[in-house]
């Protein structure tokens, strides 16, 4: 069930992105949409297996993948209540968002090719949130950065769309570049990627309050750091990756650019799924961030301050898209608030309720501009 979950909107995007123009729009849309559903439903059906039963963690193996040296990554999904509700959000909404781009979107002659990428993006999404070691979950990240590229970016031949495509894909790699830096640390300080293993051997890492630190464990930048202050520079690198993902002060920029795509795209990148990856990457590795407290206090504040800057920006905006892009980012910093603090709990259920709702609004938003002939200015 759990490979059918995941997969389903890869075979989606296979079928409709090799045979699409030759299947015709309106069976590629009911494709596409009928797998989502499926995998919905399913998504749905593992939630209350997992998440009212024993709540006991596991992995379901996939194959065999990156075998080299110390280096190993097998592909496995890591099943546990974190990653159930990260598949509801996800498939809900992006089955929602499939099934109403069908109306939205059938005046466009490139109905397939919009489609496969919603498949793509949503297959990415899934592969980022089961990811059972960290290089699949830098796989999945990568996976929706590009296809969120190709998605702003639909309408190509509309030069300001081009121009947010790029923008939103640039921001990102900044954001990717300390990620995978964090990764190359969090592999050097624990000698593993997988999940499980970081996670026991996490709770022994740093030495008791008073006790010696040790001998220097990771250099970086030319300063070497005993095991305190690599584990606090391995987070904030962590967290640099997490800072572009979702959208964060200094690193927010692309985000209200990314409306020029169809309505559905901001639905679908700005409710569930790309900029709750950030939020979600700290969640699961919150047992390494709760090893440095300068760490937690510096996703703290940035989070509380992006929450009040977003939100005073986006009282002067007359776009009714940039208007609920600006309050996104805003939500956002709340959800890094609390997982600053060690509320995680209050982060992920705040992440499931703004997923619906944002969704609601960005779909509801969609309605009023076609109802107005495309005009998104409020002044009108």
Not at 30 to 44: D, E, N
Not at 361 to 368: D, E, M, P, R, T
């Amino acid at each position: 069930m759990y490979q059918a979950i995941v997969f389903l909107p890869l075979l989606g995007f296979l079928i409709v992105g090799l045979f699409g123009t030759s299947l015709g729009a309106k069976a590629s849309e009911y494709i596409t949409s009928g797998f989502l559903v499926i995998s919905a439903v399913l998504s749905w059906v593992a939630f209350f297996s997992v998440g009212f039963g024993e709540g006991e963690v596991f992995t379901v193996p996939v194959m065999r993948w990156i075998q080299s040296g110390g280096l190993e990554a097998a592909w496995a999904l890591r099943i546990d209540t974190l990653t159930v509700v990260m598949l509801v959000v996800v498939n809900t909404v992006s089955a929602l968002v499939h099934i109403y781009s069908i109306g939205y979107m059938h005046h466009d002659p490139n109905r397939p090719r919009f489609f496969a990428y919603l498949s793509l993006f949503t297959f990415a999404m899934l592969m980022l949130v089961t990811a059972d070691n960290l290089v699949q979950m830098f796989f999945g990240w990568e996976g929706v950065g590009l296809a969120s590229y190709l998605l702003i970016g639909f309408w190509y031949k509309k030069p300001s769309a081009n121009a947010a495509a790029i923008k939103a894909f640039v921001v990102n790699r900044i954001g990717d570049f300390g990620f995978a830096l964090g990764i190359f640390g969090v592999f050097v300080l624990f000698g593993s990627v997988n999940l499980g293993t970081i996670f026991a051997n996490a709770a022994t890492f740093i030495p008791a309050e008073g006790a010696p630190q040790g001998a220097a464990v990771l250099t970086f930048l030319g300063y070497a750091l005993d095991k305190q202050a690599a584990m606090t520079v391995v987070c904030l690198l962590l967290f640099m990756g997490a800072m572009g993902k979702s959208a964060q002060v200094p690193l927010h920029t692309w985000l209200p650019d990314a409306m020029e795509g169809p309505t559905p795209v901001s639905a679908l990148i700005h409710a569930a799924t790309m900029v709750t990856a950030g939020v979600f990457m700290l969640a699961r590795l919150s047992p390494l961030f709760e090893l440095s407290h300068s760490a937690l206090i510096v996703v703290t504040f940035i989070g509380a301050f992006t929450a009040f800057f977003a939100a005073t920006v986006g009282l002067v905006q007359n776009d009714i898209k940039r208007v609920i892009a600006y309050s996104t980012c805003s939500q956002l910093g709340y959800m890094f608030v609390a997982l600053g603090v060690g509320a995680y709990g209050a982060a992920i259920f705040h992440l499931f309720t703004h997923a619906f709702f944002k969704a609601l609004l960005f779909l509801g938003s969609g309605s009023v501009i076609h109802a107005v002939s495309d005009e998104q200015d409020m002044r009108r």
